[in-house]
């Protein structure tokens, strides 16, 4: 097996591009697949303030590693979501790859600032843990952006997280989420823009990224996230990889390119119902947003963070 | 485990609708399911001419015994593929359901009428047999439909090949046939309006409801789509039923509540590029439709059927 870049011995395979490249040219096919990316979404402009959702795993970590190499540069968030052992050496990893690089993470603990943490929260809501902790990230992550003034919140989406988040939203046609799933989110009022600069990228490319590089990350799966349907997803999408390799990066393409338009009105819809919460501002369809309701459920006794002490935080 | 209508002993139990029956009272639930779907989705009105398209196998045979049942009376088409014994076969359990029941089948043979087969013409396109096979029957149920003065083509597409061709078609976001799919499709200029009555009931309800009705079937698959994608994508769906049952059933009527109307105004737009066919004037984007390009490429070298002579076959 040949590097088709330098016909240097490969050392990866990638399948759905019938190629396989040695360590060098793998490291420039992944940085070039996010130039593209960031290019063809028109993620981030030159001068943009990003802001990188880190959680200490390899997707975010290469995320924040592949910007910096870009030339992008960018601060990153780490939230300490509370989950035991697995949350405190996640947090380490996130520690150790900034301070070895000299970037600048912002650190908030969800049980000192927000008074709950995510396993409190999903006893609370007798819910599956993905759905608080989800909630929780995309309020935090959103409203940090803002009160930093950051421009733009940076994921680390993969092709294989974004292909699965869809099948889940074909299958049940979540028709307000489909008009939302796309490589970048325009800003709107009371939102950041959102970026996905990895949805070229699959979850193996990327781990293969970190080692080739030397990031130490969290590999473990989240313990809580164990069985969840976002993981039974994937496996249904991997069998559909392996009888026909690109099918999974199809999937995610045709609908960019086909599908998601179809659904651009119903979002448009759900924003124009928008409101701000009477708790924290945010905008939400309801009186309190899902965010405070989740707080109060899991006990948090302290008063809402206001926005001028978030400001501080970045 | 007893009937959940009569609480008799119950000879089936279905998973989705968390329901168990006895034979009278599975039968019944078989009806109401096709009542339910035909007053739904309007597919039929009372004193319509319908021509029910007959394979042989249990779908279509069931299909034609319950509109019987339910009153409304049918014609039967069954084209003969030529596909060897399967064919034979096929043929011998169309006739004999037909002839039992003082039924009107109508026997079209592709070979002696239009000068191939489909062994003929898969080979001759290098294609997937099902792909000319689905073109003939498509193009060959409406014509005679329309030559017989019939108001609407009855198919036995079930669930399971409603949700694994809806499940097909997302996967490469074929936005023209998501418009296109849905229970019954209202007639157009040179189109017959086409309904599917089965499409709340499952593949193994309607083998048992043939069973407990004493409809002998073909029951070999055909032997030219063995392996084909459409059966790869049923048992990728049998597995998301396994871990949730209800998810196929759930999938299919979200796309018809939610999913479907996004995709209409893509229908429209191909609808309207439609001109008729200059060998046999069918609807077509092409100069030749696709079914003439078929034959050609076949080698039939008989001229095209003239509408007049169709005529006299129903």
Redesign the interface.
């Known amino acids: 097996m040949k590097c088709r870049r330098c016909k240097a011995p490969a050392v990866i395979d990638i399948r759905r591009h019938n190629a396989a490249f040695c360590a060098d040219c793998f490291l420039h096919h992944t940085r070039e697949q996010v130039r593209r990316a960031v290019d063809e979404f028109e993620m981030i402009a030159p001068g943009e303030r990003v802001l990188v959702a880190v959680s200490g795993g390899k997707d975010s970590l290469a995320l924040w590693d592949l910007l910096a190499e870009l030339g992008i540069p960018a601060d990153g968030l780490y939230l300490g979501l509370g989950i035991g052992d697995y949350s405190d050496e996640s947090g380490r990893h996130a520690r150790a790859f900034a301070d070895a690089r000299g970037l600048h993470l912002i650190e908030v603990d969800l049980r000192e600032r927000y008074g709950y943490d995510v396993p409190t929260a999903a006893a609370a809501t007798r819910r599956a843990p993905c759905g608080a902790c989800g909630l929780s990230k995309r309020h935090l992550f959103n409203q940090f952006a803002l009160d930093g003034e950051y421009d733009v919140v940076a994921t680390g989406h993969n092709l294989d997280d974004e292909a699965a988040v869809l099948l889940g939203n074909?299958?049940?046609?979540e028709?307000g989420y489909l008009g939302r799933q796309f490589p970048v989110l325009p800003a709107s009022t009371g939102f950041a823009r959102k970026v996905k600069p990895l949805v070229k990228l699959g979850e193996r490319e990327m781990a293969a990224y970190c080692v080739l590089r030397g990031i130490d990350y969290q590999i473990e799966e989240c313990p809580m996230a164990v069985g969840n349907r976002h993981l039974?997803l994937k496996e249904?999408l991997n069998?559909?990889e392996d009888?026909s390799p690109g099918?999974k990066a199809?999937?995610l393409s045709?609908?960019w390119?086909?599908?998601h338009d179809?659904?651009a009105s119903?979002a448009d819809e759900e924003r124009a119902e928008l409101r701000a919460c009477v708790e924290c501002g945010a905008p939400t369809t309801a009186e309190r947003c899902a965010f405070c309701a989740l707080r109060a459920k899991a006990g948090a006794h302290e008063p809402v963070v206001a926005r001028v002490e978030l400001r501080g935080a970045s």
Chains 1, 2 share one sequence.
């Open positions: 074909v299958l049940h046609w028709v039974g249904t069998q559909l009888r099918a199809a999937f045709g609908f390119n086909r599908g179809a659904f119903e």
